[in-house]
């Protein structure tokens, strides 16, 4: 997805600005601190004299376990006792704390060294304060966790260090030598997550559990054809409900990730708000899209599909001659569906107004944006706006857009009253940035030698042209298999569409992934190639393919696959009638990984997924192998609950599903086994939140084809099609 | 015991007063009868544990136990809940099978955005105490009612054992 490379490309910049600025920004917060009586070390440290060390942790935390692990990062090279730290989550303030977003997997790629250093930086002031102290050069200490010493016998805590040692100037971090990974004593160990205790008490964390001083509770309806106004609405019935206090109509507007037209009921509880909401009976007016579905979709793409191609991405070779040449030629038409995120915990967020400033608790995964949007939606300026993130029960990336939170802020301004907006799960549902459907329709060439000597893909995705497309809707012109065979076409046509879409997790590559990988093994079958063999063939003996954002590691790439094949004994098991295996391999977000599935799929058709194995090369180290694996086994179920259940259908320019009766989630009957190795390699350590998910579904598929004979083109997997 | 009685509200009109024991304490409560508990416990009563995920019963986010049997409480109304004891996520941990639960939930580290796990661990505590050494059937049949959308299910099913003092398979090994 070019655009999503380009930004990543933009925050790498910024982190690595941001490392100098965040140290530099300090000194603001050593002045705010110094008033409560305890001054910090730095933006992000602060030591009490007891030796307790409070660490800031910068980024939304969404079930990532970035709240746990980024502070892991700084208190390793602080040298501190893991069980003394404690961790506050920052606000978002990113003059103090740089860009802070929980997306693209890019926290451990932008965080590695920075908060290294910054732990780093630390230390080396509380030795500079031993140090003097001592009147011995701060090179002949050292510390061991919490402690600063000499080689006389002398020795001092960071408690009692700390004071003096926020006194002086903070190092160059760049001057800062850091540890040797084998002295580890946090990096690299299973950390539970910080917030583990309150999580299984119950105690309040999330944007939900948000409770202010005469605080209300508000709906807020909106047209089930995205964006229509309101035409009528009974107010004064919603009024007449016991407990709602406000019911108005919220003008809107016409962009799709702004705040859009509506009825607002504001209530002394939310089921008083909600029984109000009921009685509106609100009338919508007519919307340009409300002809819109998702079958009219399915046949313009085809009919795109036969026409000439809007514009040709990329044209390696000639296709066409090698189609003609070649001994096997093979047609397939793939599609995948709009998808919601459906965190399960439901949009929410409270916000206060008052004298003419904002406060907002907000579960997001990027809060600045939504502060320039509420800023510009309500008039006010962004410096009178205060954002706390609270946990996020489940981000996706359905709360990188802040509809929600200008929501909140409008109907808090109107009821003049602290305000907690809280969707229902049918709003939720219904008023998604969908992960776009989309449409490829390919034609593959095999060799009599079995290589793969053509590959061309119509792409038919949203847009109202190649240079407007939809939100996550594009495709990179270096896409796999793009440089790794001679004759190489990539096709795109589009097709307008008023469907919200936005990134869900591993964006792009949680449908290219589907359709690549499962055509290339229509091509292994063609070629009467096994799958793996076939695979590491078209790898080649490249090294690196290619390079900046679309750089491709090969080797990476065929190590994973090696290592997966021998994992789940790839040819070797005798399977029952019916049952198969499946690879798959893709590289997104950094991170390299191949995935071999193993399904029965029953006479009924029913499909069940036994085992998953997976093969990670997500670089040197891995920071918190709790978080990581815990994170690769549920992207990896994510997966599979995507091919096997889940659809959104448009119809009538509206949602048909609205709840988890007809928008399944997999549950634990159907949650395959999941095993899990990291292949370490000797590059710099990147993400796991969402790279492991886009093979698992080609790797379902492809097992399905080795179990029954037949190809699943198209998601959610059709059972009545796998029949005996 | 009477639980309820009328009483005059500001409108005028006659609302309920509901007495609740919930977690072990007397709770009133003046709502309609046809509120459902979640709301009553979050909004009237601070009980913020259990979670509103669908409003339907699709999800179990919401689970608490009525006299020891798991419930969604999106779907009672407090109408119907009369003497019986309320024990919430916030209150489970009293209770021998509750702790366990919650130790081993700690232990392997289960929850990741940690939403559904209250709904969670109130299910799997009513199958521990119901059943103190469940099978993977026993599992799956008392735990399916309850979504977890970043699907931390080894680990769910890994704690439960843990929990039952069962041992766990390889797989399941931080």
Redesign the interface.
């Known amino acids: 997805m070019t655009t999503s490379i380009a930004s990543r490309r933009d925050f790498l910049k910024s982190g690595a600005a941001a490392g100098g600025l965040l140290l530099s920004f300090s000194i603001a917060a050593k002045a705010e601190a110094a008033e409560a009586g305890v001054r910090p070390l730095n933006a992000f440290v602060l030591i009490a004299p007891t030796g307790l060390v409070t660490i800031t942790a910068k980024n939304p935390e969404?079930?990532?376990?970035i709240k746990t692990m980024l502070p892991m990062l700084i208190a390793e090279e602080l040298d501190v006792d893991w069980a003394k730290v404690r961790i506050d989550q920052a606000d978002s303030d990113p003059k103090l704390y740089g860009r802070q977003f929980a997306g693209g997997s890019m926290a451990t790629p932008l965080h590695w060294d920075e908060l290294r250093r910054v732990g780093a930086a630390g230390r080396a002031m509380l030795i500079a304060a031993a140090a003097r102290d001592w009147g011995v050069p701060a090179t002949e200490c050292a510390t061991r966790p919490g402690v600063v010493f000499h080689p006389s016998g002398k020795s001092a805590t960071y408690g009692e260090l700390a004071a003096k040692a926020a006194a002086l100037p903070i190092p160059d971090p760049a001057s800062l030598s850091l540890k040797d990974p084998k002295a580890y004593r946090i990096i690299g160990k299973?950390?539970?997550?910080y917030?583990?205790?309150r999580?299984?008490?119950?105690?309040?964390?999330?944007g939900?559990?948000v409770?202010r001083p005469g605080m209300l509770?508000a709906t807020f309806e909106k047209s089930p054809v995205f964006g229509a106004k309101v035409a009528s609405a009974d107010l004064a019935a919603a009024q007449a409900v016991?407990g709602v206090r406000k019911a108005f109509i919220v003008e809107g507007g016409a962009v799709l990730s702004g705040l859009l037209p509506g009825v607002a009921v504001v209530a002394d509880?939310?089921?008083?708000a909600r029984k109000g909401r009921d009685r509106l009976n609100t009338r919508w007016a007519e919307h340009p899209t409300s002809g819109q579905s998702t079958a009219g979709f399915a046949r313009q793409a085809a009919e795109l599909a036969a026409a000439p191609p809007a514009r040709t991405l990329r044209n390696d070779g000639d296709v066409d001659a090698a189609l003609r040449a070649g001994a096997h030629t093979v047609e397939a038409a793939y599609a995948y569906p709009f998808l919601a995120h459906?965190?399960?915990?439901?949009q929410n967020c409270t916000a206060d107004f008052k004298a003419g400033k904002l406060e907002i608790w907000a579960p997001t995964q990027n809060p600045e944006p939504g502060r320039q949007l509420v800023a510009r939606t309500l008039g006010i300026a962004a410096d009178d706006i205060v954002i706390h993130m609270t946990?996020?029960?489940?981000?996706?990336g359905r709360r990188l857009s802040n509809d929600y939170m200008v929501e909140a802020a409008w109907i808090a301004r109107e009821a003049g009253a602290p305000v907690q907006l809280?969707w229902?799960?049918e709003d939720d549902i219904r008023h998604d940035f969908y992960r776009p459907a989309g449409f490829h329709f390919f034609t593959g060439g095999v060799s009599a030698t079995g290589d793969l000597v053509a590959w061309r893909d119509h792409f038919i995705t949203l847009g109202a042209s190649p240079d407007q497309l939809a939100s996550s809707a594009g495709m990179a012109a270096t896409e796999f298999p793009a440089r790794f065979l001679p004759n190489f076409r990539l096709d795109l046509s589009t097709m307008p569409s008023g469907v919200p879409t936005g990134p869900l997790r591993a964006p792009g590559s949680n449908g290219l992934a589907f359709v690549v990988q499962s055509f290339i093994d229509e091509l292994a079958h063609a070629a009467g190639a096994d799958p793996v063999a076939f695979r590491l063939k078209l790898l080649g003996d490249h090294k690196m393919v290619g390079d900046g954002p679309g750089a491709y590691n090969a080797e990476r790439m065929r190590g994973v696959l090696l290592a997966v094949a021998a994992q789940s004994g790839w040819g070797t098991r005798l399977l029952p009638k019916r049952s198969g295996m499946g690879v798959a391999f893709h590289y997104s977000h950094l991170g390299y990984f191949a995935e071999v599935a193993l399904v029965r799929v029953a006479a009924d058709g029913a499909v069940r997924v036994e085992n998953v194995w997976v093969a990670a090369d997500v670089g040197r180290q891995i920071i918190n192998?709790?978080?990581a694996?815990?994170?690769v086994?549920?992207?990896?179920?994510?997966g599979v609950?995507v091919a096997l259940f889940q659809k959104i259908t448009i119809e009538g320019g509206q949602t048909v599903e609205s709840?988890?009766?007809d928008y399944p989630?997999?549950?634990?009957?159907d949650?395959p086994?999941?095993?899990?190795q990291f292949v370490n390699t000797d590059y710099p350590p990147t993400g796991l939140g969402e790279p492991a998910l886009p093979p698992a579904l080609p790797a379902v598929c492809n097992a399905i084809f080795a179990a029954t004979g037949k190809r699943v083109r198209s998601l959610p997997i059709d059972p009545a099609y796998l029949r005996a | 015991m009477r639980l309820r009685y009328r009483r005059p509200t500001s409108k005028g009109d006659a609302a309920l007063a509901y007495k609740l024991n919930v977690d072990g304490k007397i709770r009133e409560a003046d709502v309609e009868a046809d509120t459902p508990l979640l709301w009553v416990l979050r909004d009237t009563l601070g009980v913020l544990g259990p979670k509103y995920g669908c409003g339907v019963g699709a999800c179990g986010a919401c689970t608490v136990h009525l006299d020891g049997v798991p419930v969604r409480s999106c779907l009672t109304s407090v109408d119907s809940v009369g003497a019986a004891r309320v024990v919430t996520i916030e209150g489970v941990g009293a209770t021998d099978a509750g702790r366990r639960v919650q130790a081993a939930w700690s232990a392997l580290d289960v929850a990741q955005c940690g939403y559904c796990q209250p709904g969670q661990i109130m299910s799997a505590t009513a199958l521990i105490a119901r059943k103190p050494k469940p099978t993977d059937a026993d599992i799956d049949a008392a735990m399916s009612g309850n979504v977890c959308r970043c699907a931390t299910y080894t680990r769910i099913r890994a704690a439960i054992k843990h929990a039952a003092n069962q041992p766990r398979e390889a797989s399941d090994r931080l």
């Open positions: 969404i079930g990532q376990g299973a950390t539970p997550q917030d583990t205790a999580i299984v008490t119950g105690a309040p964390l999330f939900i559990d409770r509770y016991k509880s939310w089921w008083a459906a965190s399960l915990e439901p946990r996020c029960g489940g981000g996706f809280l229902t799960r192998p709790s978080g694996l815990n994170q086994q549920g992207a990896v179920i994510d609950s709840n988890f009766a989630l997999l549950r634990i009957a949650a086994k999941v095993e899990v």
